[in-house]
Nanobody, 115 residues
Framework: QVQLVESGGGLVQPGGSLRLSCAAS?????????MGWYRRAPGKQRELVAT???????NYTSAVKGRFIISRDNPKNMVYLQMNNLKPEDTALYYC????????WGQGTQVAVSA
């Protein structure tokens, strides 16, 4: 079973950037074909925002396409989300997990975008 720990969130002004990290332990993410970043905004359901396959193929929800970049470092068991040109609507608790999400959810990392 993979344990997931997210970090890198914070408070940033609109137009700013953050880089989120997800550390996986307990098992290698080499065994996880697709990893993803999810987010849950206040009052909304959790949504999948970006995915990456073992081979590095990426996909993004339209709301973040062109602004977010997902990457993974399999030997280090890490997944990253570079978030650029952040908007207030990106404010949410961000999680990583497989796609579909089969592992226990971590605590997430809070991203707040506000002037």
């Amino acid at each position: 079973q993979v344990q997931l720990v997210e970090s890198g969130g914070g408070l940033v002004q609109p137009g700013g950037s953050l880089r989120l990290s997800c550390a996986a332990s307990g098992s290698s993410i080499f065994s996880v074909a697709v990893m993803g970043w999810y987010r849950r905004a206040p009052g909304k359901q959790r949504e999948l925002v970006a995915t990456i396959t073992l081979g590095g193929f990426t996909n993004y929800t339209s709301a973040v396409k062109g602004r977010f970049i997902i990457s993974r470092d399999n030997p280090k068991n890490m997944v990253y989300l570079q978030m650029n040109n952040l908007k207030p609507e990106d404010t949410a608790l961000y999680y990583c997990n497989s796609d579909p999400p089969v592992h226990y959810w971590g605590q997430g990392t809070q991203v707040a975008v506000s002037a």
